[in-house]
């Protein structure tokens, strides 16, 4: 069966500094790999998505960017926190294949950035 | 912009009764529908997902899909205080011009079963 992990749980930051969160998937191969934020009491936005090593695509601009360095690693990173960088992380994937739609989430990060 | 409307309560409701949590959204074109449970502090868990017109049903949560009308439900009956929760809903969009597919989620209707 497939497994999603996310590290860290929490996360507190001073504004300004960097950021790295990693999410891995185990069980499958080529996932489709998703990064969202949600902040306290919102819905899910969707920040970037892969579909393959290497290939990152952006759904909104932002000082967050990400990388797939490896199959089923997905990264988080930024340079310089803001303090509206503060909300719960989530990491998830989905089979590669098109006309699936489900997507299965990590534990998740919470991040308080101060 | 495509977007997922739901009533973000919270809806509070006795043990024992039916939950009625709905959802609405924009693109006509969507084929696939999903409902998320999510306790607080922790991620989304997907628990129903309907592609049809009609109900599905599965243990005690029923789906209802009403495309005409771009209307989604989900029903829980036997309401029990464990099934408090914020349930999310989810439209799935192809993406023609990335040759992805994603998932619009509705900001979530916060549900309180009280005993």
């Known amino acids: 069966s497939q497994t999603i992990h996310q590290w860290p749980a929490t996360l507190v930051q001073p504004v300004g500094s960097p950021l790295s969160l990693e999410c891995t998937v185990e069980?499958?191969?080529?996932?489709?790999l998703y990064w969202y934020r949600q902040a306290a009491g919102r819905g899910l936005q969707l920040l970037f998505y892969?579909?393959?090593?290497?290939?990152i695509s952006s759904e909104v601009p932002q000082n967050l960017s990400a990388s797939r360095p490896q199959d089923r690693q997905f990264i988080l990173s930024s340079k310089k926190l803001l303090l509206s960088d503060s909300g719960f992380y989530l990491c998830?994937?989905?089979?590669?294949?098109?006309?699936?739609?489900?997507?299965?989430f990590g534990p998740g990060t919470r991040l308080t950035v101060t | 912009q495509k977007e997922v409307e739901q009533n973000s309560g919270p809806l509070s409701v006795p043990e024992g009764a039916i939950a009625s949590l709905n959802c609405t959204y924009s693109d006509r074109g969507s084929q696939s529908f999903f409902w998320y449970r999510q306790y607080s502090g922790k991620s989304p868990e997907l628990i129903m997902s309907i592609y049809s017109n009609g109900d599905k049903e599965d243990g005690r949560f029923t789906a209802q899909l009403n495309k005409a009308s771009q209307y989604v439900s989900l029903l829980i009956r036997d309401s029990q205080p464990s099934d408090s929760a914020t349930y999310l809903c989810?439209?799935?969009?192809?993406?023609?011009?990335?040759?992805?597919?994603?998932?619009?989620f509705g900001a979530g209707t916060r549900l309180a079963v009280h005993p």
């Open positions: 892969s579909v393959g090593i290497g290939q």
């Open positions: 989810a439209v799935g969009v192809l993406m023609f011009s990335g040759g992805y597919n994603k998932l619009i």
């Open positions: 069980g499958t191969s080529n996932p489709n």
């Open positions: 998830a994937w989905k089979p590669q294949v098109t006309l699936s739609y489900e997507q299965y």
